[in-house]
């Protein structure tokens, strides 16, 4: 696999640094006869060699430039700082190369206000996308041709992915990664890096496809099951509370989330367990009944099933990645 990083004037850093060390962190995860026939290579491009100027005074050293023909599996564009159009004048060579690495097959990943480049392509246009809350107005005006999607946090468009924070971009690595290397994987790295991402690494999309428009009843539907996970609580009660009956809220639910209400619900049970594990100092039992499991026992297995860990081990180790040196 190859990855590349566009670098540019005040990029953030924070969009490149976790990412490259999710991936890089994955691909070492394979055998060594996965890794010597297919190597995984990440590359900084940028419009020169030169470093460009970025928050913090620090210096990323590119690897090639905008002019390299080399062709890459996924490219990962971050947000920059302030106001975006500055940027976006400056390295005017980024589009049609963007262009290009996408009719080749290459997956784009924008962040926040990095979500400018795909829009500049017109490759966005008539596609559901999102970007940082701060823009959403700014952008709609700009690009009227968009479908701009102010309560996704992650959308999916034919190969073109836009987050709307650092946090949902490592979802969407996370994704990649189940994606490219496999589910044990993804838990694995999930695991370690579990306390900078807030979610599991189920398809994150609000959007699958960028075919339908996102159903603000099943936005409703989601923070309904955050707020009431320690009741219980079935696709019944969800529909109900959405004032849809079932079969119509199953169908609609699956096709704005990717996974049944069923499935979501457990996953934000995990995520919420987590959660409590890493940052509360609760019993293994009060965990569970945070998140709607009455039974420890039963908690637990469902934990180390998704985590291939007890609640207890992560706890452990977590608490160690955290504060030890």
């Known amino acids: 696999m190859k990855v590349a990083f566009a670098l540019y004037h005040r990029a953030l850093i924070t969009g490149i640094s976790l990412a490259a060390e999710m991936l890089s962190s994955a691909a070492s995860l394979r055998p060594r006869q996965q890794q010597k026939k297919a190597p995984f290579e990440i590359k900084l491009v940028a419009p020169s060699t030169e470093p460009p100027e970025v928050p913090a005074g620090l210096k990323l050293q590119p690897d090639i430039t905008f002019q390299n023909q080399q062709a890459f599996d996924i490219i990962i564009l971050p947000p920059m700082w302030g106001n975006p159009l500055v940027t976006l004048r400056q390295s005017p060579e980024i589009i049609p190369w963007l262009i290009k690495q996408y009719q080749q097959g290459a997956k784009l990943v924008a962040t926040g206000t990095g979500v400018i480049w795909l829009a500049e392509t017109g490759l966005l246009d008539n596609q559901v996308a999102t970007?940082?809350?701060?823009?959403?107005?700014?952008?709609?005006?700009?690009?009227?041709?968009?479908?701009?999607?102010?309560?996704?946090?992650?959308?999916?468009?034919?190969?073109?992915?836009?987050?709307?924070s650092i946090n949902s971009q490592s979802e969407?690595?996370?994704?990649?990664?189940?994606?490219?290397?496999?589910?044990?994987?993804?838990?694995?790295?999930?695991?370690?890096?579990g306390h900078e991402i807030s979610k599991s690494t189920q398809q994150p999309f609000y959007?699958?496809?960028?075919?339908v428009?996102?159903?603000?009843?099943?936005?409703?539907?989601?923070?309904?099951?955050?707020?009431?996970?320690?009741?219980?609580?079935?696709?019944?009660?969800?529909?109900?509370?959405?004032?849809?009956?079932?079969r119509s809220f199953n169908r609609k639910f699956k096709d704005q989330v990717g996974e049944s209400p069923h499935q979501y619900l457990q996953k934000v049970r995990m995520e919420a367990a987590?959660?409590?594990?890493?940052?509360?100092?609760m019993s293994v039992q009060d965990v569970a009944e945070q998140v709607g499991y009455k039974d420890a026992y039963h908690f637990s297995t469902r934990f180390q099933q998704q985590f291939s860990m007890t609640p207890s081990q992560y706890r452990r180790m977590v608490k160690a990645k955290i504060y030890n040196p």
């Not at 996370?174 to 993804?186: P, R």
């Open 131 to 164: 970007t940082h809350w701060y823009y959403y107005d700014k952008f709609a005006a700009r690009y009227p041709n968009i479908r701009l999607n102010r309560q996704a946090s992650i959308t999916a468009a034919n190969g073109l992915f836009c987050t709307g």
């Open 172 to 193: 969407m690595i996370l994704y990649l990664i189940a994606e490219s290397f496999g589910q044990k994987t993804a838990n694995i790295i999930e695991t370690h890096f």
């Open 274 to 281: 987590q959660q409590l594990l890493r940052d509360f100092g």
């Open 213 to 246: 428009q996102f159903d603000e009843s099943i936005a409703l539907a989601q923070d309904w099951v955050k707020r009431n996970l320690s009741k219980t609580i079935t696709a019944q009660s969800i529909a109900d509370h959405c004032g849809l009956p079932l």
């Open 207 to 211: 959007q699958i496809g960028g075919q």
